[in-house]
């Protein structure tokens, strides 16, 4: 077909159409994979510090840093990779995070010290190094430090995804009509769970999953097909992952080893929980130990080893990929 003339593009434009065989998008070859990002603790807790000092929880409702991609447009451009939005969040002993709550879901990871709850729709759950805390979307949350020493804790969104859908909600306290919660206890059990559930929500029931019960898992689970062996954290009602658009996991590299390259479409946060080691994100290669979070964006190979036994938690947007029916994984084997 002849290309169109000018006049026929100033009447389409003009009622806001455009033709399709002349956009420079319509068969763009995508970019290559962006590079991975890692955030050394070492150069991190220093600058918490810095904003121990500077501010509290009573002015500015959460003392959080956000890690914003190397990649990001600008400050305003909140996520770290892809669907994924990490932070550091910090507690002085005595000091409270008031109540609120939002349509994003959002995770907590201990990192360093001891004596913080977070409250979720009034369920108490306590946060020591390693454990897993769920907020999921619209429960009331609040954190609150009664230990002697700061806390600091990985911060984990989907606050991207609920950005580009424009479903982003936000309540402060106080408190309203929280919702009748199980205790953990309940779920306890493996493979039983309580004949009457009162809340049927797409989270799990469960909000706290402590780092003692992932290292037992870790230490019976299989060898995944690149060498790794792999938790996942789930709803226990339906066996879905703990929630709707987070995916939380944990991988164990033994001593010794050398993962196989993987490949999947979804995007990476990666935190050391213990150990030291090195990651090939691409054509990178990236040295972590304790505590260091990095990023593996999609499309990338990743592999991994370490100096002797070494454990990640990662948390991803494979889980709304999944549902979405678009997912991606793959493992090189020559």
């Given at each position: ?122 369920k108490k759950c306590p946060m020591e190094f390693g454990d897993l805390v769920l907020t999921p979307g619209m429960c009331w949350h609040e954190h609150r430090h009664e230990g002697t020493e700061p806390v600091v804790w990985l911060d984990v969104l989907d606050v991207p995804l609920h950005q580009n859908f424009g ?168």
């Amino acid at each position: 077909m002849s290309q169109s003339n000018p006049e026929s593009y100033e009447r389409w434009h003009a009622a806001r159409l455009a033709p399709l065989w002349a956009s420079p998008n319509a068969h763009k070859t995508p970019p290559g994979p962006s590079a991975g990002y890692i955030w050394h603790w070492a150069e991190t807790r220093p600058l918490v510090d810095l904003a121990f000092a500077e501010t509290s929880p009573a002015s500015v409702q959460r003392r959080v840093l956000q890690m914003l991609s190397p990649h990001a447009k600008s400050l305003a451009d909140e996520y770290t990779c892809g669907n994924v939005l990490a932070a550091l969040q910090c507690l002085l002993p005595g000091e409270t995070a008031r109540p609120h709550r939002h349509t994003m879901n959002a995770l907590r990871f201990l990192l360093e010290g001891s004596g913080a709850v977070t409250l979720v729709d009034g369920k108490k759950c306590p946060m020591e190094f390693g454990d897993l805390v769920l907020t999921p979307g619209m429960c009331w949350h609040e954190h609150r430090h009664e230990g002697t020493e700061p806390v600091v804790w990985l911060d984990v969104l989907d606050v991207p995804l609920h950005q580009n859908f424009g479903t982003v909600i936000f309540q402060p306290g106080p408190v309203i009509e929280p919702p009748v919660t199980m205790m953990d206890a309940a779920f306890g059990s493996p493979n039983i769970v309580p004949y009457t559930i009162s809340d049927r929500r797409a989270h799990s029931p469960v909000f706290r999953y402590p780092y003692a019960d992932a290292v037992r898992a870790l230490a019976h689970a299989p060898v995944s097909p690149d060498g790794a062996r792999r938790i996942r954290y789930i709803n226990p009602l339906n066996g879905d992952g703990a929630l709707p658009s987070l995916e939380t996991s944990m991988l164990q590299l033994d001593a010794g080893i050398q993962t196989l390259p993987t490949r999947t479409n979804a995007n990476l946060v990666c935190t050391v929980v213990e150990g030291y080691g090195e990651s090939r994100v691409g054509d990178q290669s990236i040295a972590w130990g304790p505590r260091d979070t990095f990023t593996v964006p999609q499309h990338n190979w990743f592999s991994s080893r370490s100096e002797g036994d070494a454990r990640l938690f990662i948390v991803s947007d494979a889980d709304v990929l999944r549902r979405l029916n678009v997912l991606t994984e793959e493992v090189q084997t020559a």
